[in-house]
């Protein structure tokens, strides 16, 4: 049986971040909408074209999006609040981008293109949430007990037919039912959105029906959903889903696709669906190749993730082979595909011209990733023989980065050898800390604090761009920034803040700017990752063994700390995160390589209280994100998680604050780890939830101090002082007074200064009523 090739999606912002551009001049009015349309179709074209050149049979429409495919799937079946103002028919882009970014004069991101703050009360964007344990956002569907859903997008068909008359036939790709129901909220969570599937079918219904008219065979549904531990009635959901979807359309064949991870106690469930094909990610569960084949139809497709879709390793050919060939010599039909959609991989890696070139042979991107499936498939069909070469450079690649002297770093596997318990643990306990820390610090109650970074305006970024390509000199550069850092510290002082921070001005990311200074990293200049809607991030990658040679924030601190005599909190993205969002080393377990960063970050704190910080933050954004998607993984996750950074904290004496800051968390599951990290300040985000979020905290009774963030940074909007003192108000009712500090969910710099300055402001007004 022939073998052939898949894509179950493919980057969408472009090899040159097109999609990031005409985006972001639609929303500045700079250009008309025609001219956004016509770029996304010449990236889906080029994009197809560029996919079916690379060898994939089997190419996915529909995987675009303009901004997010779970609010694409939202537009499809007419999931449209009333405040978006929708009033049927097809949901035109100004209906979209209100729901992603709120509409002009409401609290969203970015909604005000114009520089000025302001405070009206038009529809804030939909909520965000990260999509699985990935670093990207989706939109989530906000679902009303009475929801009825219609057809209020033909994106899916449109795009169908556009690659049909480029000559390109397409597998449409549609977010399935029962993950789009899982994957959003109701309001009030008062009932179950799976009570909605059977008024939900009948729009999907309909889209297949146009996607059968208009020719096509096969639909790609993805219900990576699949992969999570579920409750009974979505066994039940799945079942009757796919009852009515294939019998609705006989002549249309549906590839169920489920990613991120293992089948699992859904397997049976799976195999009972009537649908025609089934992709299995053996990335992340190779392990469930046998139970499928087991238990699969014989007429059953098989489309196999064989390739990573979230990492950016080449792969050993030959070893996939000892694995599949055996499928195939079966009789089976198989298809062979990346694990997962290749959204989360950067696009070309023949765009990185500056890699060491050992190092670069060690890699592949999307592009890659697509010919190593057409060698396999080759060598499938035609035998290995004819493939040979390129079989056996690829396992030369994979094991010379096994062994490669690169990789290497004895001092560090010696000092992360054996890790003596003292090293996680602060010299006393919290309450003692925390009475030499009052000693020291004499901050007033409610104090007030930022996150870190303050706007990254253009200039700050034309700066650092020409910096990076030797159009400013070193010396110039550095000047801009200590002008900047300056100006953001006299304001802080201006403003009346008690714990001030640098701004953050001189980096490029969180992740990326430490990344850059460590060893064991490399970071590329084009391999952007879609983070959401139009922000990117370039994420480093974690080849070997992690040092760093050097301080890498300490000039920066002391620089800002001398300008005042107010405390500057040192800051540092720690080691959690770093590997959250970097591209990790696959020949180690990733606790392994954290622990090595958590050294690393480690020193740089010693080096932080050596130069006189009193106040050192160490954020773990991520530490909640990198929670494995099954409940029974999280145990041993946390316990590393936990660890490593406490190992990256206690280095420091007892009257050293550790502050640490995490967003986007759920803490109610999690909140005994988020205790055990042990750091004397937590700032979280609480705007949106209104801190019922501090409800997990309070239960726990825990013990240390808290900065519940009392502004929604992803908001051009400025709170008034009252609602930002009612916040305060309802945090004060669930913790003692003395437990809290007043700051932002997060940082400020996808804000505006104008904005910052006066929501500061009132921030600052805020925590002085508080005090009184
Ligand atoms: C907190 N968040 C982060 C996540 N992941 C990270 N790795 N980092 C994060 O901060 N995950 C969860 C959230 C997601 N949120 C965001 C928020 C904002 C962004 C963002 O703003 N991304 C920027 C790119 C950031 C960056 O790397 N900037 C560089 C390069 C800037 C650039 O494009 N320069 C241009 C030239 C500019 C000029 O001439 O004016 C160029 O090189 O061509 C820098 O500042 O130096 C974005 O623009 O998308 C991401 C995730
Ligand atoms: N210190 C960082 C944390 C973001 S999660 C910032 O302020 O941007
Ligand atoms: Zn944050």
Redesign the pocket.
Known sequence: MTVTVATLGFPRIGPK?EL?TALENYWAGKTPESALLATASALRATAWKQQRELGAEIIPSNDFSLYDHVLDTSAMVGVIPEIYGWKGGQAGLETYFAMARGAQGGAAEESCTHGHAHTGHGAPAAEMTKWFDT?Y?YLVPEFAADQNFRLASTKALNEYLEAKALGIETRPVLLGPVSYLLLGKNTGNKFDPLSLLARLLPVYREVLQSLVRAGAQWVQIDEPCLVLDLPDAAQAAFMHAYDVLVAAEPQLRVMLTTYFGALGDNLATVLALPVHGLHIDLIRAPEQLAAVLAGARPDLVLSLGVIDGRNVWKADLNEILDRIEPVVHAGRRIILAPSCSLLHTPIDLERETELDPDIKNWLAFAVQKIKELSILRRALNEGRESVRNILDDSSRAVASRRTSGKINDSAVKTRTAHVDPSLARRASPFQIRRELQKQKLNLPPYPTTTIGSFP?T?E???A???H?NGIIADAVYEQFLREETLRAVRWQEDVGLDVLVHGEFE??????YFGEQLSGFIFTKHA?VQ??G??????PIIFGDVARPKPMTVEWWRYAQSLTNRPVKGMLTGPVTILN?SFVRDDQPRSETCRQIAFAIRDEVADLEAAGASIIQIDE??LR?GLPLRRDEWRNYLGWAVECFRIAASGVGDATQIHTHM??SEFNDIISSIAAMDADVISIETARSKMELLDAFSGYQYPAEIGPGVYDIHSPRVPEVLEMTTLLKAAAARLPADQLWVNPD??L??RKWPEVRLAIENMVAAALAARI
Request: hydrophobic letters at 25%; one cysteine or more; charged letters at 30%.
């Open positions: 971040r990031k670093n956002h990254q253009p700050v970024r034309k650092r761009a020409e990076g980096r490029n990311d969180m992740v990326q952007w983070s959401y139009s922000r990117y991030v370039r994420p969002w954004a991520a994100e967003c986007y997060c940082g710099k996808t």
